[in-house]
């Protein structure tokens, strides 16, 4: 446990090398999985006008900011999410890109909330969007490379669910039971808190449009076939693709934020006892909102952050044997131990023809016990101990693990751990 | 270029991906040597506590935090280095690790400076520090880390230098020459800007203390021999690893800040064009500082930008080949081509399943002609096209590169990618 005298601020966190190997893991999963699906990573400031946040908000995100006025009077924003940035570059940048743009992220978002279980002030978000391509081709690949970064971390459909829902089945349905265009969004925020309101909380709210709650749970349990041919379209995709198992149509999903326009989606636990895992959809206007009119492409994308995921993993067997096979302490390939202090210039030597050919090299940085860097060798994980004594160029190579000891020289030793060099 | 009307922040950097492979470039090369040095990597907050950076600093930097109150009345600053950071942390976590610490850190800092070439406002530092070890053989390996990272980009001695100081030899100058102890600070500040003032400013500066400039600089052009024993014994460390002909040593350098305590260096490109490449020290008493004297270890670490790298890798043939050779656009393996629409499933699993093996595969998401289809994967950078058409499961295998194509189905493809999947 660290040392409690010496925290960071609250809701943010400390990434020792331990903690950070974990990190490692989750954002090399993401950017793997992503890679196969082609699509680029990219990266926002950190830092952004407020401006561009207000232009795109809704929700509770305008109260959650981590903004201030700067030196030169301007106000700027930590920024809250990525996809007021990625709205803003994507009009910058893409006239040098084909389309479809298959982009994602992987970086730290920052909002003023209290801390609880999966949620903190500063988490890191992997965003993936696609931008230009209307179709539920689309929609229907970055719902397919959420289930596959899920998949990759060992969960299966025991662990997880898509939630799928389409924001124009609700339109049709406020349409249809009357509920006047400017109050759409007041509808769509009562079905957004559906799960979460007391019963009584929500027939009250839902009064004022003279529903009743019964009847539309009753609609959300048995939605109308082919209430949503969007729905239809991805799920057709999926099955293509051998991941029909892992969705359902589930209405009580609207996402909160005001600039959705279609097809929505949020991915829980089974167990359902934690946060969103990942959440987004279709968001057509917002680029032509966030440039001004200037640049209009369809849009779709979702967001999975990693303090859920990382609950998630603790929580399933099979992704913690994941995790713990991939979290391991390797500092080095080599640990070099000084057996005779005349030698140190040759175990220098040594360890700079060792790196230039790409093994990984500690060494003892002063004169110790051998006893005692034999126990640093272990400590941080190394795989060999080489032991440069005054039979020097003649070296003792000690696998670590094993215990074995054996005799080699340079040639030897490059020979024996080129291959881990490479990997 | 980008359009001109959604820019970010003055200072401040987009990273569309074009931008963002250089910055992978630079990152994967920092790490792939620090790892080769045995170094593991953290991370720290973005934002801290502003007290931890007035504990800490010296110089300008109070003058240029991003700092301000949040939500809860905590007066916090966006980081502007890692080095305070690092000692809170370090002392939260010393007693999970064995000493001594090899950390090193990739990540953002923020400055309210104005903006130039080489100097933003939001800019990457690679930090290396090593802890717990007071020795010279400590610094030897700092510097030879920051050496070896310049040679992987593809610098030889030809085109920097790491100029070493060492405050020791300025303290005793000043005890020598009659300056107070107080003032050391002031002698320290007017050697840090020597080179940059003119002789005249430097001369009245020397005034208070009775010092000749010309005196100074003699005393800097040849420095007494064995005036720095740390320095002999560094030398001595990096001769042993072939490293010597990139060090001098030249006491020009102090270093801006107060908390260094012994050796310190900086690397310049030899034109000395650009700004500081890199630079760093001994700073032995910051930990106990940051600690509140709870955690006392030596310490040793510098730090390297991103953006005078990157100018001075477009100034160096060398640098600008390996660059240009490590980021070209290549989102993909496969781009998968449909020639037939109803083939459309066939298409969806055969991505599935080289997607699950590993290959990274692009997709048509929505009906298109051939010759887009096959225009998309030029311009993406796949390295093979694989249209499906009617005769699935034979497939046909277009190398974009050489034109060539041949007939195959789903195993001979899998056999054909599997090494490009590994790779």
Redesign the interface.
């Known amino acids: 446990m660290?040392?409690a005298?010496?925290?960071?601020?609250?809701g943010?966190?400390?990434?020792?090398?331990?903690e950070?190997a974990l990190?490692?893991y989750l954002f090399g999963t993401w950017r793997k999985v992503a890679?196969?699906?082609?699509?680029?990573?990219?990266?926002?400031?950190?830092?952004?006008?407020t401006e561009l946040y207000l232009k795109k908000s809704g929700g509770e995100l305008p109260t959650q900011l981590?903004r201030?006025?700067?030196?030169?009077e301007?106000d700027?924003t930590?920024r809250p999410e990525l996809t007021a940035?990625l709205g803003?570059?994507a009009?910058?940048?893409q006239?040098?890109?084909?389309k479809?743009l298959?982009?994602f992220e992987i970086g730290?978002c920052?909002r003023?909330e209290k801390p609880q279980k999966g949620r903190l002030r500063?988490f890191v978000q992997f965003n993936a969007d696609?931008l230009g391509?209307?179709?539920e081709?689309?929609d229907a690949?970055l719902i397919?490379l959420a289930i596959?970064c899920m998949r990759e971390f060992g969960f299966t459909s025991d662990d997880f669910v898509v939630r799928v829902s389409d924001r124009e089945v609700w339109l049709r349905y406020a349409a249809e039971h009357g509920v006047p265009e400017e109050k759409t969004g007041d509808f769509l925020a009562i079905i957004d808190k559906f799960e979460r309101d007391r019963p009584e909380v929500c027939q009250e709210k839902l009064d004022a449009f003279g529903m009743k709650r019964a009847d539309l749970e009753a609609f959300i349990q048995n939605p109308p076939a082919g209430c949503s041919p969007r729905y239809e379209a991805v799920l057709?995709?999926l099955?293509?693709?051998?991941?029909a198992d892992y969705v359902k149509l589930d209405l009580y999903v609207v996402r909160g934020l005001a600039y959705y326009t279609g097809l929505v989606f949020e991915i829980f636990d089974k167990g359902h006892s934690l946060r969103a895992i990942a959440g987004g959809g279709r968001y057509n206007g917002l680029v032509a909102t966030?440039?001004n009119g200037?640049?209009d492409m369809p849009a779709t994308g979702f967001a999975m952050g990693d303090a859920v995921i990382a609950h998630l993993i603790e929580a399933c067997p099979a992704a913690r044997a994941l995790r713990d096979a991939a979290v391991k302490?390797d500092?080095?390939d080599v640990?070099l131990v000084l057996a005779a202090a005349e030698m140190?210039?040759?175990m220098?030597?040594l360890?700079?023809s060792l790196?230039d050919a790409?093994?990984?090299?500690?060494?003892?940085?002063?004169p110790a016990k051998m006893g005692n860097q034999l126990?640093?060798a272990e400590?941080?994980g190394a795989t060999y101990a080489v032991i440069v004594g005054s039979e020097y160029p003649d070296l003792e190579l000690k696998n670590l693990a094993t215990r074995e000891s054996r005799k080699t020289d340079i040639e030897g030793l490059l020979t024996e751990l080129m291959p881990e060099a490479q990997a």
């Open positions: 660290p040392d005298r010496f925290q960071p601020l609250t943010f966190r400390d990434f020792a090398p331990q950070f990190r490692a890679h196969r699906y082609g699509f680029v990573e990219w990266e926002a400031p950190t830092l952004e006008a981590f201030f006025v700067d030196q030169g301007r700027v930590v940035s803003r570059i009009a910058a940048y006239r040098e890109y084909t479809p298959k982009w730290s920052f003023y500063e696609i391509e209307a179709g081709g689309s690949e397919a596959d057709e995709e099955k293509a693709r051998g991941l966030l440039s200037a640049v302490p500092a080095c640990c140190r210039p040759q220098l030597a360890a700079s790196r790409g093994v990984r090299v500690d060494l003892p940085l002063s126990k640093r400590k941080i």
